[in-house]
């Protein structure tokens, strides 16, 4: 019979509980005043003129990257743009004075409605087509039987034209990179 050989095991001692570190004196640190740094000068923003508690009438016109909301509201022909008049806010451009006005022209309503417009995104062209389609849309919640008028004309639909993505390999959507050829 083989005889098992005995083992002893040893107990590991316990590790010595640790001491903690004694705290630092704490040093009083003199804390001079801060010289005061000059107040910044802050611009007041201009206000949102308020819409009149009328009856208002809302449409939203797209054109590429603009965006313009519409608000008109029963009045003298007032037009106002970001804050801004009609002629200052379009630069005087007749071209674009002429395509914004012309909803109310098909639907004979020049003078009838004071038009209220915040304008975003995109360029001034862009955002006065923007605009005559947001107008479009306002004056269709006005008057439902003006859709036959502005349809003909092309007042309703919005412009789908859009800038293409750029795609990956090349410059621009399409545009690719030079190629020499020696």
Do not use: H
């Not at 909301?69 to 200052?88: H, L, M, Q, R, Y």
């Not at 209220?116 to 006005?142: D, W």
């Not at 502005?150 to 639909?157: A, D, N, T, V």
Request: hydrophobic share 35%; glycine share 8%; net charge positive.
């Amino acid at each position: 019979m083989a005889e098992k050989k005995k083992t002893k095991t040893v107990k590991k001692a316990a590790p010595a509980p640790r001491k903690k570190k004694a705290a630092k004196p704490v040093e009083e640190q003199i804390v001079k005043p801060k010289e005061p740094a000059a107040a910044p000068v802050y611009t007041p923003r201009p206000k949102k003129e308020k819409l009149p508690k009328e009856q208002k009438y809302y449409g939203t016109g797209r054109r590429k990257e603009a965006v313009v909301k519409v608000w008109i509201t029963p009045g003298a022909g007032k037009i106002v743009v970001n804050g801004k008049s009609f002629s200052e806010y379009f630069c005087g451009r007749k071209v674009l004075e002429y395509q914004v006005l012309q909803p109310f022209a098909v639907t004979s309503n020049q003078g009838r409605f004071d038009v209220y417009a915040e304008a975003y995104g995109g360029g001034v062209p862009a955002q006065a087509t923007a605009l005559s389609l947001g107008i479009a849309r306002a004056l269709l919640k006005v008057n439902p039987e003006l859709r036959i008028k502005m349809k003909r004309e092309g007042l309703l639909r919005r412009d789908p034209r859009m800038k293409e993505r750029k795609k990956y390999g090349l410059k621009r959507a399409r545009r690719a990179f030079q190629y020499t050829k020696r």
